[in-house]
DNA sequence: TTCAAATATGAAAGGGGTTTCATATGGTAA
DNA sequence: TTACCATATGAAACCCCTTTCATATTTGAA
């Protein structure tokens, strides 16, 4: 690939001279400047970004790292983010955990070798050492959707308890008086918050907390849902809702009841968090809490960017408001 | 951050020997090697890997360009393209065009400037140029998707004008007579494709073709499938069944039908590309072409990474197999 | 005309690594 | 012991670019 040598060499200039001319520096004389930006052209010039980040410190890129980006709620996350890196721009790398805590440390270590300017992060790791290595080596990084327990960090989510409790609550005011619980690990902040509000709820109610209604699993996805809820029907008495703690793990739930012939929402309803792609398809099924993804993407970059550029370091803990979305599931 | 040479100075080796210990050369004497990783665990080392690249000139990072990250069939090829690449130890970064020739073009400059070893794109482009500053530095690239008229590139996808006429071929099965076409630019090859095939099922079946039943819109958008249906149906006769040559156009075309009061399938059945994310949640809704996605990306990164480690350059078409998924929709 | 300030250019020193080449030391076979 | 090869280490050049510092040339104001 052609060099800035190359450039120099075939204008008998020097190497500050295309230097200068490439990042538009003022004090060159336009005819050497047209004689360089010329050869730039005919050459296909393309600077090795690389290099300068060597020198500048900089490489104007931010990572993105998410637990499922098939998943539409990472993936607006995703693609809100982006939009606002670009417009700054700044490139984004994308890493794709598939729930794995292993995944998610390579990524990090990747990523730092790549001398990233900063991460956001919708961890899988539940614990603060995951977040060691940014700090030791000062890279801006803000928390999105899950925090992590204990961390103080800056972090862009919605505020999963009381959301749980509305939801919960909707419930009930439907008459509901045996809902079960199908969640995934409570390590993971969000399904722990949501299974407070569950419990705050029932109880506010005073409704009875059974145990053989509150099915707690590992991930948050359909194998997960589909089990639990075999395992919850067979073992106790039946409960006239479920509430579930995303959409993947819904719809799990969804297929076990149909295996096991039950009607949704008559015999069972089905209340959850997060939606799908098909919103304007047939009147979407699931009566659900929708988190504002593209915003808490957006503003999660926004605050990132903050910190990157403008060295606002404060911690920052946003919550952003969230919708009950009721439909045909209850 | 910590350079080698500090490790070196507090070592009291050289930065050569360091970079031994680093990469595993075995010409360092036991306790020299000890003494040195004590010292990058110690300071927690992290190397800088463009710096590396710089004399290395491989980066180990592999871009993606998709279209639509929100739109399932793109992010499954984006998951399964990223585990292909992890699994060889290359990083992914990623671009989301949102359908817009600039930012496409923008992207491929911005990785081009970052070194990337290779590039998966499914581009928006029609025109050839698009790949020339490729080309020009010698950047191994795979096709995705959708290709690019008079490219003898290398290329993943499906085979576009068969699955078009055995989609409409079974519309013409069930009884339609008056099967309508809503797709996008023709400029892409994928939708260029499926109206080949759309009028070749037609004439095959002594079907008329109706001008009027052939709406090519821009992009493969939501709104772009609404708008062309309610055009199609304020200007003729109304078909009795609509082939959709994409999901989200699908979506556009079932709320505008909704809207001018029919019903899908009895008055008008609707028969498209693609899926959604809900596969297993109800039963779900379109009869559709199911392109094999996650395939793709899995493929065409295996291509990719031929390319750039085999240096296997030659050009390949590789066409994979798709699933008629017949639903409530016809 | 004079001289300081503005303009124009290049040499050289990094930035954080890898790699080649030279040199030093230790071990072993003859 | 000698001679040679394997082992162990470092100096220096290089990857591509930016930036500082020095120097040369113009320009414009007095």
Redesign the pocket.
């Known amino acids: ?1 052609v ?3 190359d450039i120099a060499k075939k204008a ?6 295309v ?2 001319v ?2 538009n520096h ?7 400047r047209a004689k360089v930006k010329k050869l730039l052209k005919a050459t296909g010039y393309v ?2 970004s690389n ?2 980040s ?3 410190k900089k490489t104007n890129t931010i990572a993105v790292i998410l637990p499922d980006i098939t998943n539409i709620f990472f993936a607006k996350i995703l693609r809100s983010a982006e939009e606002r890196a670009n417009s700054k721009n700044f490139t984004v790398i994308y890493g794709n955990t598939n729930e794995d805590f292993q995944r998610e440390k390579n990524y990090i270590k990747t990523f730092i070798e790549k001398r990233i300017d900063g991460l956001l992060l919708d961890p899988i790791a539940t614990d603060i050492s995951i977040i060691q290595p940014l700090e030791q080596n000062n890279i801006p990084f803000v928390l999105i959707d899950r925090e992590i327990k204990g961390s103080q960090k800056s972090h862009v989510g919605i505020h999963n308890e009381k959301e749980a409790i509305r939801i919960v609550n909707y419930l009930i005011k439907k008459g509901k008086k045996n809902i079960a619980l199908i969640s995934a690990s409570e390590e993971l902040s969000v399904y722990k918050d949501r299974k407070k509000g569950y419990i705050k709820a029932l109880k506010g109610s005073g409704l009875e907390l059974k145990k053989d209604h509150l099915k707690i699993g590992t991930k948050p996805i359909k194998a997960v849902g589909y089990n639990l809820t075999k395992e919850m029907l067979k073992s106790s008495a039946v409960p006239d809702a479920i509430f579930v703690a995303n959409n993947f793990l819904a719809i799990g739930v969804y297929n076990a009841l149909q295996d096991l012939d039950f009607k949704v929402p008559a015999d069972i309803a089905i209340a959850c968090f997060d939606d799908f792609a098909t919103e304007s398809i047939i009147p979407p099924f699931f009566t659900s809490i929708i988190q504002p993804a593209s915003k808490m993407g957006t503003v999660a970059m926004e605050l990132l960017l903050n910190k990157i550029e403008g060295g606002d370091s404060n911690r920052k803990k946003i919550y952003l408001k969230s919708k009950l979305s009721v439909r045909r599931s209850t």
């Open positions: 690939m060099t800035i040598y008998g200039v020097s190497i500050t001279t230097s200068r490439i990042n003022p004090y060159v004389k336009d005819k050497t600077p090795n290099a300068s060597l020198v500048s």
